[in-house]
Nanobody
């Protein structure tokens, strides 16, 4: 079992930057593909970014390409989401996710019940 704890959310203005962190428990962190998803009010949770087990490859939703960067530190058991040029439409609760069996490329297309572990989320609010 893995526990995920997100942090770094807050209230910012459009154009600002923010970095989210996801701390994972356990000694098998490198066995998991990691990802970030987000859920805006009244909408379903959507894929944001994923990273391979080694951190060598990343995948992004079209809406965040060029603005967001996902990375992982396998020594600290932590995944990050660097968010630049934030827009009001980025406002959402951001969730960290971990999955043992999937690939980073495929993780973004998986439903909530298909992903092994989820954090409780951290709220990002971007004002115009």
């Amino acid at each position: 079992q893995v526990q995920l704890v997100e942090s770094g959310g807050g209230l910012v203005q459009a154009g600002d930057s923010l970095r989210l962190s996801c701390a994972a428990s356990g000694r098998t962190f490198t066995s998991y593909v990691m990802g970030w998803f987000r859920q805006a009010p009244g909408k379903e949770r959507e894929f944001v970014a994923t990273v391979t087990r080694s951190g060598g490859s990343t995948y992004y939703a079209d809406s965040v390409k060029g603005r967001f960067t996902i990375s992982r530190d396998n020594v600290k058991n932590t995944v990050y989401l660097q968010m630049n040029s934030l827009k009001p439409e980025d406002t959402a609760v951001y969730y960290c996710a971990a999955d043992l069996k999937t690939t980073a490329q495929a993780m973004g297309g998986r439903r909530d019940y298909e992903i092994d572990y989820w954090g409780r989320g951290t709220l990002v609010t971007v004002s115009s």
